[in-house]
Nanobody, 118 residues
């Protein structure tokens, strides 16, 4: 089972930047991809970005061009660099793993709060 721990959230003004980090521990042999999701109050959880072990990257349409996801397989971390932040980026951000097979479980972190003020 994979354990995930997010860090780096906080409060920033619109136009500012934050960098989130996800520390990954445990065996990742059954993991196909790592992802960041976010959930704002009253809204559904949405995909922010994902990166496969092979390096294929996908971004949600709301963050494309502003956010960058990366993975350090040596340090076992997944990062999310967030630039040009907007008030609508305010949410709890979660780290997630996607398994190789659908019958395997996903893993989720506890989340980290990002608040962007105008």
């Amino acid at each position: 089972q994979v354990q995930l721990a997010e860090s780096g959230g906080g409060h920033v003004r619109a136009g500012g930047s934050l960098r989130l980090s996800c520390a990954v521990s445990g065996s990742t042999s059954a993991v196909d991809a790592f992802a960041w999701y976010r959930q704002a109050p009253g809204k559904q959880r949405e995909l922010v970005a994902s990166i496969t072990k092979a390096g294929t990257i996908t971004y949600g349409s709301a963050v494309k061009g502003r956010f960058t996801v990366s993975r350090d397989s040596v340090r076992n971390t997944v990062s999310l660099q967030m630039n040009s932040l907007r008030p609508e980026d305010t949410a709890v951000y979660y780290c997630n793993t996607k398994p190789l097979y659908s019958w395997q479980p996903e893993s989720w972190g506890e989340g980290t709060q990002v608040t962007v003020s105008s």
